[in-house]
T-cell receptor, first 116, second 113 residues
Framework: AQKVTQAQTEISVVEKEDVTLDCVYE???????LFWYKQPPSGELVFLIR??????QNEISGRYSWNFQKSTSSFNFTITASQVVDSAVYFC?????????????FGEGTQLTVNP | DGGITQSPKYLFRKEGQNVTLSCEQN?????MYWYRQDPGQGLRLIYY???????QKGDIAEGYSVSREKKESFPLTVTSAQKNPTAFYLC????????????FGQGTRLTVV
């Protein structure tokens, strides 16, 4: 069965520090997608990125970057020069071919606090 | 504005009462989902629907029921059979194609006293 593990429950950094959020996944499927979502205090989950299992290229979007390594089943998320507005809970999620539609398996989330 | 609307934002109910949470979307998405979030935990899937008049149980469907009579609407009923209903409930929708990202509503925080 699929599983997503985010071992870091809480991370606290000072503004402008870089921070990496870890995500490790388990799946028996060869075709799958990985996602990152941000949940600010308002509660709504905001989509950040989707990555398919055949594309191991790292991706950068502004201060955000993602490192996907199939060899270690990891999909880590780095925020460069963190800001207070980055404070939120971040979820990693997995979607497999065997499941229907966009049914997602979520990790337990990492609470990131960026202090001024 | 296109999006997903959940109402109400906060809901209080007495133990033993059924309660229905509303979820409406105007994104023309085929698929809709209900997730439950408990403190310090990830989201767990309750029910999902890929087309009108059809839905499937997720990982924690016991004590919940849904309907999908319209494409835009996917209400969730928390029944008295649900042993621990106090939680944050999130509704989502997606195009329905495999692997497309889901868009979420702002959630309903249900407290049963």
């Amino acid at each position: 069965a699929q599983k997503v593990t985010q071992a870091q429950t809480e991370i606290s950094v000072v503004e402008k520090e870089d921070v990496t959020l870890d995500c490790v996944y388990e799946t028996r499927d060869t075709t799958y997608y990985l996602f990152w979502y941000k949940q600010p205090p308002s509660g709504e989950l905001v989509f950040l990125i989707r990555r398919n299992s055949f594309d191991e290229q790292n991706e950068i979007s502004g201060r955000y970057s993602w490192n996907f390594q199939k060899s270690t089943s990891s999909f880590n998320f780095t925020i460069t020069a963190s800001q207070v507005v980055d404070s939120a809970v971040y979820f990693c999620a997995l979607s497999e071919r065997e499941t229907s539609g966009s049914r997602l398996t979520f990790g337990e989330g990492t609470q990131l606090t960026v202090n001024p | 504005d296109g999006g997903i609307t959940q109402s109400p934002k906060y809901l209080f109910r007495k133990e033993g009462q059924n309660v229905t949470l509303s979820c409406e979307q105007n994104l023309n998405h085929d698929a809709m989902y209900w997730y439950r979030q408990d403190p310090g935990q990830g989201l767990r899937l309750i029910y999902y629907s890929q087309i009108v008049n059809d839905f499937q149980k997720g990982d924690i469907a016991e004590g919940y029921s849904v309907s999908r009579e319209k494409k835009e609407s996917f209400p969730l009923t928390v029944t008295s059979a649900q042993k621990n209903p106090t939680a944050f409930y999130l509704c989502a929708s997606s195009m329905g194609d495999t692997y497309t990202e889901a868009f979420f509503g702002q959630g309903t925080r249900l407290t049963v006293v």
